[in-house]
């Protein structure tokens, strides 16, 4: 059975940067969707980023022009690069995959933006 594994959240000031990192334990490949959500404290789970396997990328008005969705494909690793945070970015954050029939989610890593 795939897996998501998450890493990378913690504590980080404003302005600062975090990359997330969702590792799945078997090896991706055909069609996928993979994103990145976020659920900010007593908020509804958001889509913040998308990627496709045909490297189509996509984001929420949030986030845009801070944060970067990518792959290492050698590593089998989906990463989300955020930069500039603010404390409204403040949410525990999900790595998601869509292939096949799968619908899966990472354990959630929190991430907090805060002085």
């Known amino acids: 059975q795939v897996q998501l594994v998450e890493t990378g959240g913690g504590l980080v000031e404003p302005g600062g940067s975090l990359r997330l990192s969702c590792t799945p334990t078997d090896r991706i490949y055909g069609t996928y969707i993979m994103g990145w959500y976020h659920q900010p404290p007593g908020k509804q789970r958001e889509l913040v980023a998308s990627?496709?396997?045909?490297?189509?990328?996509s984001y929420g008005d949030s986030v845009k022009g801070r944060f970067t969705i990518s792959r290492d494909y050698a590593k089998n690793t989906m990463y989300l690069q955020m930069v500039r945070l603010k404390p409204e970015d403040t949410a525990v954050y999900y790595c998601?995959?869509?292939?096949?029939?799968?619908?899966?989610w990472g354990q959630g890593t929190p991430v907090t933006v805060s002085s």
């Open positions: 990627l496709t396997d045909k490297g189509s990328t």
């Open positions: 998601n995959l869509k292939y096949n029939s799968y619908n899966l």
